[in-house]
C-alpha cells in the first residue's frame, strides 16, 4: 500500500489530497442548499395556506353581507318588478298615432306591429332547477321567450335586477345574477333603436 501511495506523482497526489479535503465542504454546502430550498418550499407552502385562510375569512364575511342584505325577500320580486314591466313605451305611442289616421286606416303592418308590441312583447320568466342549498334556495328564471326593448327599457331591466328602484339594506328583492344574456338589433317601423333579448337569472332567496 505504501509502495502504491509513493508511486503516485507528486502533483497528482496533491490533487488527490485536495479533494479529500474538500469533500466535506462539498457535503456542508449540498446539505445547506438542500435544507434551504425545503425552507423556501415550507416558506411558500405556509404563505399559501395563509393566503387560502385570509380567502376563506374574506368569502365568510361576503357571504354573512350578502345573506344579511338579501334575507327575507319578497318572493313575488319579479313578478312585480321585471315581468310588469312596460316594454317600447314611446313607439306604441307612436304607432297609435299613426293607426288613427286616415292613410293607416288599413296599413296591416302597423296593426300588427302594434298588437305585438301591447299583447305579445311581455316578459315572462319560468322557473326551473329549484335547490334548496341549506340556508338558501337557488332557482334559475328564464324568459320563456325573448323580448325586445329600447336603450332605456333596457337599462330600467338592469338596474332592478341588479339592485332594484330604491336599492338599500331593507330592500326586498331577492339576489338575482344574470347566468345568460344574449342581444342584437331587431326591425321597427318607426326606425326607433330596438334591440331583443334573451336571458337567464340566477335567483338566491335567503332564510332569515
Sequence with gaps: MSKWILSIPVKRAILYLLVIGLFPSFLVLFYFFSEKGAIQTLEKRIQALEEMAYLKQKRGELNKSIMVTYSG?????ID????????????IETLEKSVQ???????ESLHERLSFLKNTNK???????????????????SLVKPVELDMADLQTLLTRIEKGENFD??????????TDFRMDRAPTLTGSEV????????????QQ
Design 73 to 77: 325577500s319578497d318572493k313575488f320580486y
Design 80 to 91: 312585480k318588478e321585471l315581468e310588469s314591466l312596460q316594454l317600447l313605451l314611446p313607439e
Design 101 to 107: 289616421t286616415f292613410t293607416a286606416i288599413d296599413n
Design 123 to 141: 316578459i315572462v320568466f319560468a322557473e326551473s332547477n329549484v335547490q334548496n342549498l341549506g340556508g338558501f334556495t337557488e332557482t334559475t328564471e
Design 169 to 178: 339594506e331593507t330592500s326586498k328583492k331577492p339576489q338575482l345574477i344574470i
Design 195 to 206: 334591440f331583443r333579448i334573451n336571458l337567464k337569472l340566477l335567483k338566491r332567496e335567503f
